[in-house]
């Protein structure tokens, strides 16, 4: 089975009404809220970031574990 890719819009869903800085427990839990997709939330969880101060960050911590 393929690996799903996300895509920039799909991040910005889930992190729809997020404010930064933000710590990432609480972005998980906002996408979480948000109905992402497990995995989008996984990946948050283990950035290995504690926070994120722009939204960029986050896509950057995504895409590098995706």
Known sequence: MAEKR???????K???GAG???KAKDL????RRNGADDRIVEMIEKS???QFD????VQKAIF???
């Open 48 to 50: 290995g970031q504690e």
């Open 20 to 22: 930064y800085p933000a």
């Open 54 to 57: 722009r939204p960029s960050e």
């Open 14 to 16: 889930a992190l729809h």
């Open 28 to 31: 998980a839990a906002l996408a």
């Open 64 to 66: 590098h574990s995706a």
């Open 6 to 12: 996300f895509s920039p819009i799909d991040i910005q």
